[in-house]
């Protein structure tokens, strides 16, 4: 089992910036890619980024060049640092682990960007 924790969300104002932070713990030698999804009210969950455990990432279109998906190894956590933020941007996000045992997710952070 891989369990995870996030943090780091909160209400911001247009154009500014959170960075999130996602810590693993458990079965963590099993992680392949660790990712950070997203969904807002009405619609589907849907993927922001995500970064393998050889360290390749990729983002949405929508948040390309204003996100960033990083790990720290040493401290089992990845991050999300987002700026530049929307009213768009507006959504739960969630902390997902993909293992060789299934999907693993954490319990959410809001993120409200007002405008």
């Known amino acids: 089992q891989v369990q995870l924790v996030e943090s780091g969300g909160g209400l911001v104002q247009a154009g500014g910036s959170l960075r999130l932070s996602c810590a693993a713990s458990g079965s963590i030698f099993s992680i392949k890619v660790m990712g950070w999804y997203r969904q807002a009210p009405g619609k589907q969950r849907e993927l922001v980024a995500a970064i393998t455990s050889g360290g390749s990432t990729n983002y949405a279109d929508s948040v390309k060049g204003r996100f960033t998906i990083s790990r720290d190894n040493a401290k089992n956590t990845v991050y999300l640092q987002m700026n530049s933020l929307k009213p768009e941007d507006t959504a739960v996000y969630y902390c997902?682990?993909?293992?060789?045992?299934?999907?693993?997710w954490g319990q959410g952070t809001q993120v409200t960007v007002s405008s």
């Open positions: 997902n682990a993909r293992s060789i045992m299934g999907d693993f």
